[in-house]
């Protein structure tokens, strides 16, 4: 016999506990409303959040996985860098405008500040060493953009985002852990909340509004949502790419006086958008897991602990136009190819390799300068699985990023595959943040108009904001 669904009722219900969720409950809380917010977090509570990889050596495939799910997602794994420039972490600026999301940014960094972040900001007070970088990226045909950092670092991102924590359960906020929501409650055009399945079963949550932020793992489940409600949204771009590692030595110059290089090239002969992303000085290549087994490769960068290398990502960028809609399957699609040549491991080759038409081999690999510090990626060829333009695109971007950091199209360098980010297709909205489904909210890089921890961070507070005056 059928269990019986259970109910329950709320003011606000905020599905996904990553930074846009955090901040639209802080939004809320701080602007003073007395509403009754119930968040809900497919993962667990970040105290409870390890990865058993740290003990075992190997990934054990937790389901789902511990690194991308829980209270404050990625963001508790990742290197936690706080990007203070509205150039950088996608187009909210193109719904709010560019000097209120400048603005915003400052707010929440504030927020950052006051549970504890680094007062120190990386890539400030060198305009010599600044303009000389610049100049050879000129000279690359690259574009540089200035982005001062925040670091936060994976060790102590974890006790920062834990003490916010602490603050909403303080404050009233209901978090539900380990449950899942499998769909929205949504009749005539209204949203009027959502279903969750929890360890005692499946709920219904009905709620006044709703907010949907789901982060990049939710991407795909947010897009299906879209077609069944008609969730008005518009087919957005795909990165894919490499994790490039390279002996610190060779980008000591970049790192002393950014901290993290954002270049930005169109290289031919296709002049798609190419760029840099998550630069990790001393850092450590890592995994991530992703429903259906799917393997993809990151970065962490720690305050305490360095490696002899640093790794960066290397992204390309393609629009696809109809009849395509599906971006992120496609993505999938090559991840898991990759995977298979892997034996369900992250690849990894160098880059001489690649150039000279070959497979890297493991002893190849230890008679190498650079040790990859991840040490279960499987030795391989990666070019076997990654389309040609794309490959195309970051072969061509590495040459030309060698003219402005001279070696790091080195023989030597490493490239691991795959590395995706999985973006929904652009939600439609309005400067309110409001879905063309009443009371329906979709925040931070899951609505397909944020990237990264900042900017979904400014899109929670503006939303929290939002709904305390509704």
Known sequence: MESETARKACDVLIVGAGPAGIFCALGLLRSGAARHIVMVEKGRAIEERFCPKTTTGVCVHCDPCRITTGFSGAGAFSDGKLSLSHEVGGDLPELIG????????????????????????EGVGHPDQVADIRRRAIRAGLKLLDCPIRHLGTERAQGLYGRIERHLVEAGVELLFEHDCTDLLVEEGICRGAVVCGPTGTCEISSKETVVATGRRGAAWLDELCERH???HESGPMDMGVRVEVRNEVLDDVNNVLYESKLVGYPLPFRDKVRTFCQNPGGFVSQENYDGDLAVVNGHSYKDSKSANTNLAVLATQHFRAPFNRPIAYSRQVGQLVNMLGNGHILV???GDILDGKRTWREELSRSNVAPTLADAEPGDITSAMPYRAMTDIIEFIKAVDVVVPGFASEETLLYAPELKFYSNRVVMDGHLDTTIARLHCLGDSSGWTRGLMMSSVMGLLMGEELAVR
Not at 102 to 111: H, K, L, P, T
């Open 98 to 121: 560019t000097e209120f999301a400048q603005e915003m940014i400052g707010r929440c960094d504030a927020i950052y500040l006051e549970f504890g972040a680094d007062e120190h900001v």
């Open 349 to 351: 080759q160098r880059l």
């Open 230 to 232: 008609g969730i008005a």
